[in-house]
């Protein structure tokens, strides 16, 4: 097991790295971020945002939280989305979860984990939704793995409910959003085809009508 020294250890040796490879690396990264992604992903550990995708530091704006949530009481999440889209005008908000999510699996069972139900109680509103396509699937860990991918599915259409993205779009802004899932198995990203691109791809219920001028 490793001692907080050992970590500090880590860091001095991966800043020497990035310093030899790149000298002004630092000083350019402090100057200002530009990064045209936000990732919302799990709190999990085997699921490092910048790693999986191979991006360095100051390339991707991140959020996560325990399943990949997109609340809209989540004043956190929310707040991380508005400077997002808002001030660093990122073009592509992605939402990933990943198969084996702990917090989808306690979701899917009814034991009494403590507080933390109630937050999970936003996944299993997404399979009660589904739960006829859910429930025909015979094997258990299959059922927990299409509700995974059904929780990312419905996180993105969350993120384009918001007035955030739909302002974003009303005001011509090039604003993508996406789904994508984790393999912890073989460290693969799997496209769940759900990207929405505008306004006029989420229910008219959900439409925020432009303010009368």
């Known amino acids: 097991m490793k001692s907080l020294k050992d970590l500090f250890e880590n860091n001095r040796e991966w800043a020497e ?3 030899s490879e790149d000298p002004s690396f630092f000083e350019t990264l402090a100057a200002q971020q530009n990064p045209e992604y936000l990732w919302i992903g799990c709190s999990d550990s085997r699921v490092p945002a910048n790693q999986i995708v191979g991006l360095l530091p100051g390339e991707v704006f991140v959020h996560r939280n325990v399943a990949n949530m997109v609340v809209h009481t989540d004043f956190n999440c929310l707040t991380v989305l508005q400077y997002a889209v808002d001030v660093l005008k990122i073009k592509h908000v992605i ?18 984990n403590g507080m ?29 793995d299409l509700l995974c991918e059904l929780n990312v599915m419905t996180q993105v259409a969350n993120v384009c409910h918001t007035s955030i993205a739909q302002n974003a779009w009303a005001r011509g802004q090039k604003l993508e959003v996406h789904g994508w899932i984790y393999s912890l198995k073989d460290g693969l990203l799997q496209d769940l085809g759900c990207t929405v691109t505008g306004a006029d791809q989420i229910p008219e219920v959900y439409r925020i009508l432009p303010k009368k001028s």
């Open 17 to 19: 790295s990035v310093r």
């Open 95 to 112: 939402v990933v979860g990943h198969y084996n999510c702990g917090g989808v699996q306690a979701a899917y069972e009814n034991a009494d």
């Open 116 to 144: 933390i139900d109630n937050w999970l109680r936003n996944i299993k509103d997404v399979h009660h939704a589904h739960r006829e396509r859910i429930n025909a699937l015979e094997d258990e860990e299959a059922r927990v």
